[in-house]
Nanobody
Framework: QVQLVESGGGLVQPGGSLRLSCAAS??????????MGWFRQAPGKDREFVAA????????YYADSVKGRFTISRDNAKNTVYLQMRSLQPEDTAVYYC?????????????????WGPGTQVTVSS
């Protein structure tokens, strides 16, 4: 069982930066053995993949829309995964969710993630 809690969301002006954190508490299988992903969902839209990182952190993958602007990282000693977001634009406005997956090969699909956090709101507006 893994419980995930996101933090770090808020209101930021276009061109600004935010760093999201996702703290995990795990029993049984340890946090470090899960691949972790970030998704987002804007009002009226489907949940979309943003970024993912493999269990040991050696592999990362990004959606084209955020590549070069967002960076995913993890600190297994702190049971935390991060999403550094730069050059934010209004179209990045959404609720951002972190999630844990057991299979790196399926990290693009929301249905393959077994645990989800409640989400944190990111609003990019002037």
């Amino acid at each position: 069982q893994v419980q995930l809690v996101e933090s770090g969301g808020g209101l930021v002006q276009p061109g600004g930066s935010l760093r999201l954190s996702c703290a995990a508490s795990a029993s049984g299988r340890t946090f470090s053995t899960y691949s972790m992903g970030w998704f987002r969902q804007a009002p009226g839209k489907d949940r979309e993949f943003v970024a993912a990182i493999s269990w040991i952190g050696g592999n990362t993958y990004y959606a084209d829309s955020v590549k070069g602007r967002f960076t995913i990282s993890r600190d297994n000693a702190k049971n935390t995964v991060y999403l550094q977001m730069r050059s934010l634009q209004p179209e990045d406005t959404a609720v951002y969710y972190c999630a844990a997956a057991t299979d790196w090969r399926r990290i693009l699909t929301p249905g393959e993630y077994v645990y989800w956090g409640p989400g944190t709101q990111v609003t990019v507006s002037s």
